[in-house]
T-cell receptor
Framework: GDSVTQMEGPVTLSEEACLTI???????????LFWYVQYPGEGLQLLLKATKADDKGSNKGFEATYRKETTSFHLEKGSVQVSDSAVYFC????????????FGKGTRLHILP | GAGVSQSPSNKVTEKGKDVELRCDPI?????LYWYRQSLGQGLEFLIY????????KSGLPSDRFSAERTGGSVSTLTIQRTQQEDSAVYLC???????????FGPGTRLTVT
């Protein structure tokens, strides 16, 4: 079945450092890809998404590009802030079949001031 | 406007008791989803509703789990004869229609002692 694999955390960086969180997926169809974020004490929020190959999703300085050839959707940010500390989930949904979201296990990110 | 709400926010119950978890979706959203977030398993899909019907119950872990939705609005997830492995955060999400962005509630943290 479809699945998502993302790098395990926690990831600890200093403020203004460069961030990459790796994510790869396995899918038989043509999924949409997502990054969700869960800030401390809050619910899951959609951070960005891409619906087809070579699309780039971006939001709040974060970017991810849908790479079909490498089945990847790595999350990147050039300069992280303390407020970016959260758990990040890579996910996919194949709208041609059903609507459920399949999540990776999450990566906890700590940003030190 | 109001987001997805869930109640209770925390629930502690004894092993063997039944529990009911409630989800109030965003008004007008026809699709509703239940997920479970646990330490060992990450985020798992449980069930989704389109209107009052549940086309996909494949994620329910056992026959102790059931869910219903009435009036195309509120949904209740019921766990009978709770076990310690049921301890998790239960998340609800809703979307305008299937295939649209899912908005998540804050979750119910269930602890089975």
């Amino acid at each position: 079945g479809d699945s998502v694999t993302q790098m395990e955390g926690p990831v600890t960086l200093s403020e203004e450092a460069c961030l990459t969180i790796n994510c790869t997926y396995t899918a038989t169809g043509y999924p949409s890809l997502f990054w969700y974020v869960q800030y401390p004490g809050e619910g899951l929020q959609l951070l960005l998404k891409a619906t087809k190959a070579d699309d780039k999703g971006s939001n709040k300085g974060f970017e991810a590009t849908y790479r079909k050839e490498t089945t990847s959707f790595h999350l990147e940010k050039g300069s992280v802030q303390v407020s970016d500390s959260a758990v990040y989930f890579c996910a996919l949904s194949d709208l041609s079949r059903d609507d459920k979201i399949i999540f990776g296990k999450g990566t906890r990110l700590h940003i030190l001031p | 406007g109001a987001g997805v709400s869930q109640s209770p926010s925390n629930k502690v119950t004894e092993k063997g008791k039944d529990v009911e978890l409630r989800c109030d979706p965003i008004s007008g959203h026809t699709a509703l989803y239940w997920y479970r977030q646990s330490l060992g398993q990450g985020l798992e899909f449980l069930i989704y509703f389109q209107g009052n019907s549940a086309p996909d119950k494949s994620g329910l872990p056992s026959d102790r789990f059931s869910a219903e939705r009435t009036g195309g609005s509120v949904s209740t997830l019921t766990i009978q004869r709770t076990q310690q492995e049921d301890s998790a955060v239960y998340l609800c999400a809703s979307s305008l229609l299937t295939g649209y962005e899912q908005y998540f509630g804050p979750g119910t943290r269930l602890t089975v002692t």
